[in-house]
């Protein structure tokens, strides 16, 4: 892995695994506010590991949404905390805080990034179905597509909406079915599928009203689950 001059290069502490060092690797990326983690990013991530085939998730805690207000966001530390806490039994899913590593928040800089740096691995992108119908407002949103095969995992009550919105109309040509999701790593982009999941209701939005706060105790169902 080699960064570019201007680029900081990452600890061992950031150092993710496997690293794209010579096999082929398969990293499904999750990009996320996880304001804080829970139970939906854990099914999505699961799905996507199972029905894409993938060999690892990095879950890419984000230090800010650029569509997002900055208020009410907690502490990157907090999220990430709060990200590791809900994944601290799963071997292949690993949250990151990769984009403040390399200075980035615009999805598609951060891809250009990890394809530059890990030029063997072959990354997905994951997002639920609510960030499909609102990607046309992101930052050079069809570079991001022309970069990165994307899967969407389904989510309530976003499937119609998303389907029915410019992103997908747009790219409609490059939609394959889910049957091959298995495959769509190795597609070249661009590339996408619609992942029809068992839908799960956890929202941060929801926990938030529950009552999450930074520097209180991580809410939990009593099995240390979000
Ligand atoms: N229950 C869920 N089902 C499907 N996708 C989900 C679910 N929860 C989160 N995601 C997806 O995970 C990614 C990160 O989501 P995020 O951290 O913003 O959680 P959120 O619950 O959507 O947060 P908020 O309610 O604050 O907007 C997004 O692509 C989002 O669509
Ligand atoms: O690149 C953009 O312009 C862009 C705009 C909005 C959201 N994103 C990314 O989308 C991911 C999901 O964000 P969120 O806040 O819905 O969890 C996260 O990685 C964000 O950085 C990216």
Redesign the pocket.
Known sequence: MTARRGEPALGKAQAPSPWGDGRRSRIGL??????P??Q??L??SKQALARLRLDAVWWLVTPQNPLKAARGVAPLAARLASARAVCARERHILPLALETAFGTTRTADTLDILHRRFPRARFVW??????LAQLPSWHRWRHLAATTPIAI???APYSKEALAGLAARRLARFRHPARIAGVLADRAPPAWVFLPIR????????I?ARGWTVSGPVPTDGEGNL
Request: no cysteine; net charge positive; hydrophobic share 40%.
């Open positions: 999750l990009g996320g506010s996880f304001n983690a829970h939906g990013h099914h999505i994951l997002m639920g179905a609510d960030n995992l389904d989510r839908k799960h209701a956890a929202s941060a939005t929801a938030r």
